[in-house]
């Protein structure tokens, strides 16, 4: 049953602290998201990726977060320093467009997220 | 700025019955989405649609998309509690982009 996979689960880490997040999309996936939900802002897009390269990353507070793919089988988002505001469930998915150029989004398959708490 | 607004917000029925929710905008988009989203779990897709006034059917869930593009309804028949869940709509604006508006969300409770 192939799913997203993304660790850790949890994570509760100190302000000023580094935090990285880790994500392996389905295998022949060869696009990646990132998002982010809050109670308050919702369900929000960090940033994406396709054939490892990054093709948005407007979502994302560059001062602070870094989103890398450093192979097809891992994305990483990092978040240094972390700040309490950072605290939310981030969540990667990833999908394989149909090849229509200008038509609906990727269908996306989500990981069961991360919930990081910054104390 | 919340472009995607979902109503209700909260919902709970009893099984059986019939419940719509809606997702309202005033930006026009190219495709809309629906997604259902459990506890501890990430969104999972349930419907696109593209053209306006299209309907599609998924079992008991009727998903219909505005003739203007703007809004979309969700309807359940004979909700059952595997229904329960938070629904959330999500707007594209422009084939092509990958970015998703995604709307406040309706959490919904079948009451056995």
């Known amino acids: 049953d192939a799913r997203v996979t993304q660790t850790p689960r949890h994570k509760v880490t100190e302000m000023g602290q580094e935090v990285t997040m880790r994500c392996q999309p389905i295998?022949?996936?060869?696009?990646v998201f990132w998002y982010r939900q809050t109670m308050m802002q919702g369900l929000e897009l960090l940033a994406y990726?396709?054939?490892?390269?990054?093709?948005?990353d407007s979502g994302m507070p560059k001062d602070r977060f870094s989103a890398e793919m450093p192979d097809a089988t891992l994305a990483t988002l990092k978040i240094q320093p972390s700040e309490p505001r950072d605290s939310a469930v981030y969540f990667c998915?990833?999908?394989?467009?149909?090849?229509?150029?200008?038509?609906?989004?990727?269908?996306?398959?989500f990981g069961q997220g991360t919930r990081l708490t910054v104390v | 700025t919340q472009l995607l607004e979902q109503s209700p917000q909260f919902l709970s029925i009893q099984e059986g019955e019939n419940l719509t929710v809606y997702c309202n905008s005033s930006?026009?988009?190219?495709?809309l989405q629906w997604y259902r989203q459990e506890p501890g779990e990430g969104p999972v897709l349930l419907v696109t649609?593209?053209?306006?006034?299209e309907v599609k059917k998924l079992k008991r869930l009727t998903f219909q998309f505005g003739d203007a593009r703007k809004d979309s309804s969700l309807h359940i028949t004979a909700a059952q509690p595997g229904d329960t869940g938070l629904y959330l709509c999500?707007?594209?604006?422009?084939?092509?982009?990958?970015?998703?508006?995604f709307g406040t969300g309706t959490r919904l409770t079948i009451i056995p």
């Open positions: 295998l022949g996936h060869n696009t």
């Open positions: 998915a990833s999908g394989l467009p149909t090849g229509q150029v200008q038509g609906p989004p990727t269908e996306a398959f």
């Open positions: 649609v593209v053209t306006g006034g």
């Open positions: 930006s026009v988009f190219s495709s």
């Open positions: 990726f396709r054939n490892r390269a990054p093709l948005d």
């Open positions: 999500a707007g594209q604006f422009r084939f092509g982009n990958e970015k998703l508006t």
